[in-house]
T-cell receptor
Framework: DAMVIQNPRYQVTQFGKPVTLSCSQTLNHNVMYWYQQKSSQAPKLLFH???????NEADTPDNFQSRRPNTSFCFLDIRSPGLGDAAMYLC????????????FGPGTRLTVL | RKEVEQDPGPFNVPEGATVAFNCTYS??????FFWYRQDCRKEPKLLMSVYSSGNEDGRFTAQLNRASQYISLLIRDSKLSDSATYLCVVNSDNDMRFGAGTRLTVKP
């Protein structure tokens, strides 16, 4: 059974057109993360939620926003996608945080035209 | 200097070979350490956590040297199915830092 679900798996958007990526989890984990991964690069942490507490990485552009309306769901909003935002976006969860295993969703591959 | 550095490879080895990957990290306050495996166009999956005393899981052995800020992964008796990218992950207070990964190809 899927534990971390991401929708859609593939997303195509136009330059400057807002897009929202979705993540849900059935693990009831407290922490949810969003990563950006470009080809042949490490996943880069954008932000994470510890419960409702939002933690933004210092170098995450303002163009990226996130919402976590409840324990199960977390959204990544890209307000004005640029060509450089084309990447795989990975959602992950962990039970409590720093010492816990992270479980990743299958990712959403974003293409910006 | 990158926070987590790995040799990108690729490592091309024959089946049955032993191969070792290294990883260094810059944050001495890091608290937990992991090796993840990522197949092409798939999500990372936990391979193993890395404990201070070193730990083994079947053909895989992980070592941590806090003084040198160094982590290693040893794979013995390589299988074709071990072909993947291996990501070193270092965590401090929910601040997860990934290495760029080391690519391994095991050939018949």
């Amino acid at each position: 059974d899927a534990m971390v679900i991401q929708n859609p798996r593939y997303q195509v958007t136009q330059f400057g057109k807002p897009v929202t990526l979705s993540c849900s989890q059935t693990l009831n984990h407290n922490v949810m993360y969003w990563y950006q991964q470009k080809s042949s690069q490490a996943p880069k942490l954008l932000f994470h939620y510890y419960d409702k507490d939002f933690n933004n990485e210092a170098d995450t552009p303002d163009n990226f926003q996130s919402r976590r309306p409840n324990t199960s769901f977390c959204f990544l909003d890209i307000r004005s996608p640029g060509l450089g935002d084309a990447a795989m976006y990975l959602c992950a969860t962990s039970r409590e945080g720093s010492t816990d295993t992270q479980y990743f969703g299958p990712g959403t591959r974003l293409t910006v035209l | 200097r990158k926070e987590v550095e790995q040799d990108p490879g690729p490592f091309n080895v024959p089946e049955g070979a032993t191969v070792a990957f290294n990883c260094t990290y810059s944050n001495s306050a890091s608290q937990s350490f992991f090796w993840y495996r990522q197949d092409c166009r798939k999500e990372p999956k936990l391979l193993m956590s890395v404990y201070s005393s070193g730990n083994e899981d079947g053909r895989f052995t992980a070592q941590l040297n806090r003084a040198s800020q160094y982590i290693s992964l040893l794979i013995r008796d390589s299988k074709l199915s071990d072909s993947a990218t291996y990501l070193c992950v270092v965590n401090s207070d929910n601040d997860m830092r990934f290495g760029a990964g080391t690519r391994l190809t095991v050939k018949p």
